[in-house]
């Protein structure tokens, strides 16, 4: 008698091995080891297998669908115009490009200086 749940056990792991190395034919392997386990829920009477991967099945053809439409064409250098480089923010003093949180600095010591009366203590001048 053929072992089933040893051929599911086998095709689990062959598709995750393929899916894992972004091959499309782990999914085709996946719908049949699906199928396969819906048989074994029929000849064992468990019945609850059987729309859970029914639906695998399902969700297994659509993305293969889409796995295997017309591959989208990538833009090369000669058919694409060259677009500038963003604008690199800079120290002002050193004229280096400078990070997020330097201008987050920077921001914060403008703000800072422009707040008149913040430096100087309530208890100095009296």
């Known amino acids: 008698m053929l072992r089933l749940d040893y051929i599911s056990c086998c095709l689990t792991v062959l598709a995750t091995i393929l899916l894992g190395r972004k091959s499309w034919t782990g999914l085709v392997l996946a719908s049949l080891n699906s199928a396969i386990v819906c048989v074994i829920g029929v000849r064992t009477a468990q019945y609850g297998f059987i729309p ?66 913040l430096w100087r203590s309530s208890s100095a001048g009296n």
């Open 52 to 117: 859970a991967n029914l639906f695998c099945i399902g969700v297994y053809s659509f993305n293969l669908r889409s796995w295997l439409k017309a591959p989208r064409k990538l833009k090369t250098e000669d058919s694409a115009p060259a677009q500038p480089a963003p604008p690199v923010a800079t120290d002002e003093v050193s004229n280096a490009p400078c990070g997020r949180r330097a201008r987050r600095f920077s921001h914060a010591v403008s703000l800072l200086r422009a707040t008149p009366g």
